[in-house]
């Protein structure tokens, strides 16, 4: 190790956090980059599900909450890009990545929202998901990550609620509403696990993450925070989680939970889930139909640098 | 003269913190004053200073178009939805 790279790693263990400006080992800054604009990524590819929805909300109300939420998942893209950014690396290299499919987002995306109950699991357990893994975050050791996470953290807490919400309106509902219910939370309950990655002892980029703190909390201690505060609120509302092995474990005060079917995730993430090819697609094609303007704003840009509105 | 504005972060991991103003003849001079100005009882670990005129900001005047609507959205705010006790913590 370089003696840089020995005081790197001694500030990052005395929980000091690293600023764009600060020397940085470039693996650390590769690893960010990866990570926090696949982050980027999965906030932006994750309104098309929920996009989908909007003109077939069942009320007005529904529907300003889904725009509402819809619009705030768009801004969590632009701070987590922005932060990217601080990193040397251009919007649209990022974008670049994500249309080449170099970069990733969370599978999770790549399931088709089929009904309305649909909108009530999302919210409930992927953005429950995303923020149990973001609550950690916002202890990550670099700095405009981390403020990026302390800010969105407080804008999620309505997506959960909203979603909760649904659920358990429909669980009020007729029968055949409380079965539409259930049937999301059947088929969102297991990708929803599978967001949190593979199982530690697999997971190719964790050790060094966590050394280097851009990782605070395991995959498996995540998912298994999510899934023990899941069941109780499966259980409020009279649903069940679609696990016959799911049960309380008394010495380890945990809930044990069956296997997850990994083989299913790793399908997903090569491309070859429901919705892989229809999310992408509908990315490249919006970006491409928005050329006009930003070379719109190009075009601005040029005529104010030939003639500049205030002195210099 | 010119009129800059500076930043403070006080600690790493913080947002800088918008801590007063002065007159310098450039950028750097401005660092260097902030530095005399703001920074005598180590308040902070790092300095940003901006033009004052390079500030773009809303009028208090503009409130209505940047603010009023969020009122009638009160959908927007956790607290809007009324959960069973046991799970309201979410
Ligand atoms: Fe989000
Ligand atoms: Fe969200």
């Known amino acids: ?312 | 003269m010119k009129l800059y504005e500076v930043f403070i972060r006080s600690r790493r991991g913080l947002d800088h913190k918008h801590t007063g103003s002065l007159l310098a003849d450039s950028p750097e001079q401005a660092l260097e004053y902030a530095r005399d100005i703001y920074t005598r009882r180590s308040e902070g670990v790092s300095i940003w200073v901006v033009s004052s005129a390079d500030i773009i900001a809303s009028q208090e005047t503009d409130c209505e178009s940047f603010y009023d609507p969020h009122d009638d959205k009160p959908y927007r705010h956790a607290a809007h939805y009324q959960l069973p006790d046991e799970v309201n913590s979410m």
Not at chain 1, 6 to 33: G, H, S
Not at chain 1, 52 to 76: V, Y
Request: hydrophobic content about 40%.
């Open chain 1, 1 to 312: 190790m370089s003696e840089e790279e020995i005081l790197f790693q001694q500030r990052i263990d005395a929980e000091l956090k690293v600023e764009p400006k600060d020397w940085m080992p470039e693996k650390y800054r590769q690893n960010l980059i990866r990570q926090i604009s696949q982050h980027a990524h999965s906030e932006v590819i994750g309104m098309q599900p929920e996009g989908n929805w909007i003109t077939r909300a069942p009320t007005l109300h529904r529907k300003s909450i889904l725009l509402a939420k819809i619009q705030d998942e768009g801004g969590h893209g632009l701070y987590l890009y922005s932060a990217a950014e601080t990193l040397g690396i251009s919007r649209e290299e990022l974008v670049q990545a994500l249309h080449s499919g170099a970069a990733k987002y969370a599978s999770i995306f790549n399931y088709p929202a089929l009904t309305w109950a649909d909108m009530g699991a999302i919210g409930w357990l992927v953005d429950g998901a995303a923020i149990v893994n973001q609550i950690s975050l916002q202890r990550t050791s670099y700095g405009p990550y981390a403020r990026s996470m302390v800010r969105i953290c407080k804008e999620e807490s309505f997506h959960q609620r909203q979603g909760y919400h649904i659920m358990m309106v429909l669980m009020q509902g007729s029968q055949e509403q409380q079965a539409m219910a259930q049937d999301a939370l059947d088929r969102f309950w297991w990708p929803s696990l599978m967001m949190f990655g593979p199982h530690d002892a697999e997971s190719a980029n964790s050790t060094q993450s966590m050394k280097w703190k851009i990782k605070r909390k395991s995959n498996d201690e995540l998912r298994q925070k999510f899934i023990d505060q899941s069941v109780k609120q499966a259980e409020v509302i009279g649903l069940k989680i679609p696990d016959p092995a799911l049960k309380w474990n008394k010495a380890r005060e945990h809930y044990d939970f069956g296997k997850i079917d990994w083989d299913e995730f790793a399908r997903v993430i090569k491309g070859d889930g429901p919705c892989n090819r229809q999310r992408l697609q509908h990315h490249i094609r919006t970006h491409n139909e928005g050329a006009w303007v930003r070379d719109a704003v190009a075009a601005y840009e040029a005529k104010h640098k030939k003639q500049p509105t205030r002195a210099a």
